[in-house]
């Protein structure tokens, strides 16, 4: 499968613990998304790379919320002391850098759903 | 802050039927996208939508995009029941290159037989 992959699929936490996801892009993209989905809501934008540089923050990622791509490969996004308030799927999506907008379509992997009880 | 509004937000529809949804937004932009999602699945994309006036159909589904009444439509022709999923819209404020996106609330689509 070339396709954007994350893991775990699910994950279900204690309010406190920390989390970490993972995501692996389509190998030559060299920009890599992270997303929050609520249920009956549309994806809300957290955090972006380009290469191993995180560009963009969302005043949505509080301190709680850290973000790395080592490498420019794959990311890990963390949430420590989690809240019940951060149950969400966690979307992240790649895309290929360029002057042509066609290739900057982003490409979604199936999420991680957390759920913090 | 840049707003993104479909609507309708739910719509249920008979096999064969026509009908159109639709996705405002609130700041220039002349790049935006559909999504599809279906239930626990992830977001596939349908169309990219890159200057006023842009029209794109894939079977079924045909979009169009006017920048200058920021507005992007999404028309189903003779419905069938595999179109049943939920629908997103979502723009891209940054010209020159894809960056975040704002997504709307999405508008669930039902085809009944």
């Known amino acids: 499968d070339t396709g954007v992959s994350q893991n775990p699929r699910h994950k279900i936490t204690k309010r406190g613990q920390n989390v970490t996801f993972r995501c692996d892009p389509i190998?030559?993209?060299?920009?890599l998304y992270w997303y929050r989905q609520t249920l009956g809501q549309g994806p809300e934008f957290l955090t972006y790379?380009?290469?191993?540089?995180?560009?963009?923050k969302s005043r949505l990622l509080s301190d709680r919320f850290s973000a790395e791509r080592p490498k420019g490969s794959f990311s890990t996004l963390e949430i420590q002391r989690t809240e019940q308030g951060d149950s969400a799927m966690y979307l992240c999506?790649?895309?290929?850098?360029?002057?042509?907008?066609?290739?900057?379509?982003?490409?979604f992997g199936p999420g991680t759903r957390l759920t913090v009880t | 802050e840049l707003k993104v509004e479909q609507n309708p937000l739910f719509l249920s529809m008979q096999e064969g039927k026509n009908y159109t949804i639709y996705c405002n937004y609130s700041?220039?932009?002349?790049?935006l996208y559909w999504y599809r999602q279906d239930p626990g699945k992830s977001l596939e994309s349908l169309f990219v939508?890159?200057?006023?006036?842009a029209v794109k159909q894939e079977g079924r589904l045909m979009a169009s995009l006017d920048t200058k009444a920021r507005l992007s439509t999404l028309h189903i022709t003779a419905a069938v029941h595999d179109l049943s999923a939920t629908y997103f819209c979502?723009?891209?404020?940054?010209?020159?290159?894809?960056?975040?996106?704002?997504f709307g609330s999405g508008t669930q689509l039902t085809v009944l037989p």
């Open positions: 999506a790649s895309s290929l850098g360029s002057r042509i907008p066609r290739i900057n379509e982003q490409y």
């Open positions: 190998s030559e993209h060299n920009r």
């Open positions: 790379f380009q290469n191993e540089a995180q560009l963009e």
């Open positions: 700041t220039t932009s002349d790049r």
């Open positions: 939508l890159l200057s006023n006036g």
């Open positions: 979502a723009v891209d404020p940054t010209s020159g290159s894809a960056r975040q996106l704002t």
